[in-house]
Structure formats: C-alpha cells, structure tokens
C-alpha cells in the first residue's frame, strides 16, 4: 500500500481468518489473504475480492515451527 501511495491509518493483527474476515465484513478494513481462504468467506460475507498487480502478488512464504520438535513428512517436503 505504501509503494502505491496509500497510508494505512491504523493496523490490527489477529489469530484467526474468522476474526480477519469478521472485522473486513463489518467496514473496519481490508486484508490480503490467499485466493483459496478468500473464497471460502465470499460464500456467506458481503466481501468484495480484488486481484494484486503482478509485482505485489508473490510473496516469499516462510514455514515456522518449534525447534527441537520431530517434523512431519509434509513439512520436510516443502
């Protein structure tokens, strides 16, 4: 948003993609969340999606999990 000349005037975090899309639905902001989760919520909220210009549209994606913790096959995986 800043790169295109947008100021975020306040900024909330949340655990949840229900919390997310709860507050996005009642008017109190907008979120980027992956297309799939999105459209999940476009079912039952009045929620408009907008797709990103190409160069805002990847993103790197880190996996984060407890050090020390046995890691499952699909973690390994990706």
């Known amino acids: 948003m800043r790169e295109d000349g947008m100021q975020p005037q306040k900024r909330m975090e949340f655990g949840t993609p229900d919390g997310i899309i709860g507050c996005v639905a009642a008017g109190l902001g907008v979120t980027l969340l992956p297309r799939t989760i999105a459209q999940k919520y476009m079912v039952t909220q009045s929620l408009s999606l907008h797709i990103l210009a190409t160069k805002q549209a990847r ?20």
């Open 59 to 78: 993103i790197p994606t880190r996996f984060i999990y407890r050090n020390g913790k046995v890691q499952s096959p699909a973690l390994k995986y990706f």
